[in-house]
């Protein structure tokens, strides 16, 4: 099936009537652009949001919108003729202008083209000496047949390995994991570094997350890559302020690993050690460029001796020794 993609353009306080107007003709699913909301969140963004994609940043310039996706058929017809008529009736009953110009734009879109279009960003990527990274609908390249293959497809948790701070912490555990070892990923997401870890030589693997749309989906991706269910545990927990989930993970892991963002790694630091062995190793990444000595220094204070860093256009991941 065909779809239209019908974009009707208003302003920020015609946003709810256009949305209400859809819901009356039973559409209920839509994409709402707005840049007024979207600076009010720059100016007050929570402390979580170290880095925002350049392509979200084009939203502080963009018209408000309201953006549905309507079946080519005759169906569709009618209902996109109603869509019309209201927004007819919404203009003549706003005498100052005050829900924008209520114009719609309209433009097919072919069913595969939406859903495998974006699949061309997400190719094969070499990591280090070992690994590849490789989304399911991808053939293994030619020459990789010695790298260990991580298959991970895109989905609602962060780690695809495109980004440059999962590809420094993949970096740092091929360079100091080591047979038998175990290994604690918090703030998993996807799952990958668990997998990495796995594929390195690690015996055991516990990958925690606040998230628990995370913890499933990392649980998949760990079996899908070949780890036994007896080699991990795949928990749900928030361990800066749960001592009942840090008890549950337990301590005495070789490596402990974090790619999460600076707050969160401050927030983390003062219990980093009580997962480690005496002598293990911490790498923590998604570190700011201009955050790396505030990092670094609020870790080494909580006892820790910095034994390596990588930096890649802006960003940081740091290595250290218990």
Not at 57 to 68: A, F, M
Not at 248 to 259: H, P
């Amino acid at each position: 099936m065909n779809w239209t993609e019908a974009c009707i353009y208003t302003t920020t306080e015609g946003v709810d009537i256009v949305c209400g107007c859809l819901i009356g003709l039973n559409i209920t699913g839509f994409a709402i652009k707005d840049s007024q909301v979207f600076e009010e969140f720059l100016e007050n963004k929570i402390s979580n949001w170290d880095y925002i994609d350049d392509d979200l940043l084009g939203l502080k310039d963009c018209e408000t919108s309201v953006t549905v996706y309507i079946p080519e058929n005759e169906q569709g017809k009618e209902i996109l003729l109603l869509v019309k008529e209201e927004l007819k009736a919404l203009k003549q009953r706003d005498s100052e202008g005050k829900l924008g110009r209520l114009e719609i734009s309209l433009s097919n879109i072919c069913e595969d083209d939406w859903a495998n279009n974006w699949k061309q960003y997400f190719k094969p990527i070499k990591i280090g000496d070992k690994l590849l990274i490789k989304p399911s609908w991808e053939k293994n390249p030619v020459g990789c047949k010695d790298r260990k293959i991580i298959e991970i497809d895109p989905a609602s948790s962060f780690g695809t390995g495109q980004h440059n701070t999962t590809q420094l912490c993949l970096e740092n555990i091929e360079k100091y994991i080591r047979p038998k070892d175990r290994l604690l990923d918090l703030g998993c997401g996807s799952g990958i570094l668990s997998i990495a870890g796995f594929l390195l030589g690690a015996d055991e693997i516990t990958a925690v997350d606040i998230d628990e749309n995370s913890v499933k989906i990392a649980s998949e991706n760990l079996l899908k890559n070949g780890v036994k269910p007896d080699k991990f545990r795949a928990l749900c927990g928030n361990v800066i302020d749960d001592e009942n989930i840090r008890d549950f993970i337990g301590g005495d892991y070789d490596i402990v690993c974090a790619n999460i963002v600076s707050d969160i790694l401050i927030a983390m630091s003062g219990i980093f050690s009580s997962f480690l062995k005496d002598d293990g190793i911490l790498i923590v990444s998604g570190i700011i460029q201009e955050r790396k000595n505030e990092v670094i220094g609020v870790i080494k204070d909580c006892g820790f001796k910095l034994s390596d860093i990588k930096e890649r256009e802006g960003w940081v991941s740091a290595v250290f020794k218990k």
